[in-house]
């Protein structure tokens, strides 16, 4: 993990101002959450830090680099959509571990990963379950 720092974060769709200034500063291992009505920004907030979106001005950093022009896959984040986006095949721990693997990370560091998000999240105890099985 990295510490992500937004400065003067905007997005403009022709005259909308989708974001505007943010500025905010995630420290490295910080577990963050953000909760908002439906239309302020936050899907998109986060869509420009993963690079799904771009940015109309201002400046992204994760660790000491600034990632504005960065593709998404060099950017060494993930990001769970509203639509939950999972394998309905596979456990949560490997859908959490997709990723990863498809980066060909060593299986302890995987492991490890995993285990360490889980953690934070408080859902040990569901890593062996199917989508299916988890409720809203």
Do not use: W
Request: with cysteine; net charge positive; aromatic share 6%.
């Amino acid at each position: 993990m990295a510490q992500v720092v937004l400065k003067d974060l905007n997005k403009k769709y022709d005259e909308v101002h989708a974001v505007k200034d943010v500025n905010l500063t995630i420290r490295d291992k910080e577990f963050m959450v953000f909760v908002g009505p439906s239309g302020c920004g936050k899907t998109t907030t986060l869509r420009m830090v993963a690079g799904l979106e771009e940015i109309t001005s201002g400046e992204i950093s994760i660790g000491e680099r600034v990632v504005n022009d960065l593709p998404p896959k060099d950017r060494d984040i993930a990001m769970v959509f509203q639509n939950y986006a999972l394998y309905p095949h596979m456990s949560v721990y490997d859908n959490m571990a997709f990723g990863l693997k498809m980066r060909k990370f060593p299986k302890p560091e995987i492991q490890k990963r995993v285990q360490d998000a889980a953690e934070i999240l408080g859902i040990q105890e569901l890593l062996k379950r199917k989508p299916r099985q988890l409720s809203g």
